[in-house]
T-cell receptor, first 115, second 111 residues
Framework: NAGVTQTPKFRILKIGQSMTLQCAQD?????MYWYRQDPGMGLKLIYY???????DKGEVPNGYNVSRSTTEDFPLRLELAAPSQTSVYFC??????????????FGPGTRLTVL | SQKIEQNSEALNIQEGKTATLTCNYT??????LQWYRQDPGRGPVFLLL?????KEKRKERLKVTFDTTLKQSLFHITASQPADSATYLC??????????FGKGNQVVVIP
């Protein structure tokens, strides 16, 4: 099992550009999440999904979009990048549900800088 | 407003001693509470989960307590080792299996 994978590891964007952060998991988890982590701050939930075709906003969704067409993939789209979106982005999945442990498994993160 | 508070100051501790971290929260009614470890440049890694009807959980050298009346969790690392040096995150479980994270507390174990 590769677990949760994220690409790219690093990216520099110019203001106004757009990009997609990729996230994939091979554990057949229904729940997936996107967080951002700013220096010295806790993880903030951007969007989450409880299954393919179902997504919902988290605490800080503005400026982002997501889709979940398969169980495995949960891409995060940034439109019109702004300096305030400079952060480290983590994707996670969870084995929530009957017999699950409710724990989240995190990817290695994508470090994004917007200049 | 909802808050999760962890000590912002790093905890420096001598090898072999017990490290104790505190997580306090307000205006949450979590169904469970989790602790994660995060190393620099890496994603968080799950350590322990304790549910609202449990008082204490142990795993190897780790122990977690959960007091829903005090709205507090304590996280203990016994016989600490330099390899335990990391940032430890407290996370509260709420609706739709979401987690709300504290800012984390850094632990430095001195050999």
């Amino acid at each position: 099992n590769a677990g949760v994978t994220q690409t790219p590891k690093f990216r520099i964007l110019k203001i106004g550009q757009s990009m997609t952060l990729q996230c994939a998991q091979d554990m057949n988890h229904n729940y997936m999440y996107w967080y951002r982590q700013d220096p010295g701050m806790g993880l903030k939930l951007i969007y989450y999904s409880v299954g393919a075709g179902i997504t919902d906003k988290g605490e800080v969704p503005n400026g982002y979009n997501v889709s979940r067409s398969t169980t495995e993939d949960f891409p995060l789209r940034l439109e019109l990048a702004a300096p305030s979106q400079t952060s480290v982005y983590f994707c996670a999945s969870s084995d929530t549900g009957t017999g699950g442990t409710d724990t989240q498994y995190f990817g290695p993160g994508t470090r994004l800088t917007v200049l | 407003s909802q808050k999760i508070e962890q000590n912002s100051e790093a905890l420096n501790i001598q090898e072999g001693k017990t490290a104790t971290l505190t997580c306090n929260y307000t205006n949450y009614s979590p169904a469970y509470l989790q602790w994660y470890r995060q190393d620099p440049g890496r994603g968080p890694v799950f350590l322990l989960l304790i549910r609202e009807n449990e008082k204490e959980k142990r795993k190897e050298r780790l122990k977690v307590t959960f007091d829903t009346t005090l709205k507090q969790s304590l996280f203990h690392i016994t016989a600490s080792q330099p390899a335990d040096s990391a940032t430890y995150l407290c996370a509260l479980g709420y609706g739709n299996n979401r987690l709300a994270f504290g800012k984390g507390n850094q632990v430095v174990v001195i050999p």
